[in-house]
């Protein structure tokens, strides 16, 4: 891929400029499609979002001790090109980690590359967590993120999708930055889902509340799941996310297996959901420490 040329456009949610680049018409990105990559954050949608608790959340009702904390969260999905070597995966992926340590507002990552496959052919997942909003917007716009796609990303990929939404996680330092043993390993499922229009102020609700109650009662298999309405207009065709950790690939294995979870997702989301895509990644082991 031949980057053309590079220009700054005003951001008209701050006094600052972002960087668009061009690209040749041989590849299968638009600029309206690249465009999404550095600017995606500036269509954000601004109608309030539904907010569902996390399973933390979940635990803590009745108990007016445990402070519940908002966050932010952001799924990033790639098509990696047929072609891609296992040096530049490793290089791509390196480096989108390694935006952490580049900006403050990042409280946790995580990434790799998708098992299983699925209907869309995404291959490699990314999800970050924000304290919120203010700081996405500023990842969208740091510097070294856009030369992290610029370099890294758009020569080796077909396509991205970005989807954000709100939880709240309970307020304790292991659950916001996702931290101890139990967060070192294990297996991420991403879904995003697009719920019929009709569907928006009253079943959704329902069925996200089903799903979140529901991974309140398989504590042995999920260790975190947050769940909401999607904000990031460049994907506004899903209309919420839900991102669930499970404790190992057996966890997951058992619980989407499992007839309480296939019952709820027939009865409760079925009927209502126009489309949906479901990734997963495994979680290497990162560490022993705590922080």
Not at 68 to 82: D, F, I, N, S
Request: aromatic share 10%; with cysteine; net charge negative.
């Amino acid at each position: 891929m031949q980057i053309l040329h590079t220009q700054s456009i005003p951001s008209p949610f701050t006094n600052t400029t972002k960087i668009v680049v061009t690209v040749n018409s041989s590849v299968s990105f638009s600029v309206a499609a690249l465009g999404r990559f550095l600017k995606v954050n500036h269509g954000l949608r601004t109608k309030k979002s539904n907010v569902i608790c996390s399973t933390a959340e979940q635990r803590g009702f009745g108990n007016d001790a445990k402070r519940k904390r908002k966050v932010v969260e952001h799924v990033c999905l790639l098509k990696g090109k047929e072609d891609l070597s296992e040096e530049q995966e490793k290089d791509m992926l390196d480096y989108l980690y390694t935006t952490q340590y580049q900006m403050r507002g990042v409280l946790s990552v995580s990434l790799g590359l998708i098992s299983g496959g699925n209907d869309d052919k995404y291959s490699h997942a990314i999800y970050m967590r924000f304290q919120k909003k203010e700081d996405l917007l500023k990842f969208y716009e740091n510097q070294f993120y856009v030369g992290v796609l610029k370099d890294h990303i758009v020569p080796n990929c077909h396509e991205i999708i970005n989807a954000d939404f709100e939880s709240k996680v309970e307020d304790d330092i292991l659950s916001i930055f996702r931290k101890g043993e139990e967060f070192n390993y294990g297996v991420e499922l991403v879904i995003l889902i697009e719920f019929g229009k009709s569907s928006l102020d009253g079943p959704s609700e329902d069925a996200l509340l089903a799903l979140s109650k529901l991974t309140m009662d398989f504590p042995s298999l999920i260790v975190q799941a947050t769940t909401g309405s999607n904000f990031n207009i460049s994907s506004a065709e899903y209309t919420h996310g839900v991102v669930i950790r499970f404790r190992s690939l057996e966890a997951f294995q058992m619980f989407m297996n499992s007839s309480e979870y296939n019952n709820m997702w027939r009865s409760k989301f079925q009927p209502i959901v126009q489309k949906h895509l479901s990734v997963h990644f495994s979680i290497d082991p990162v560490g022993t420490e705590l922080m």
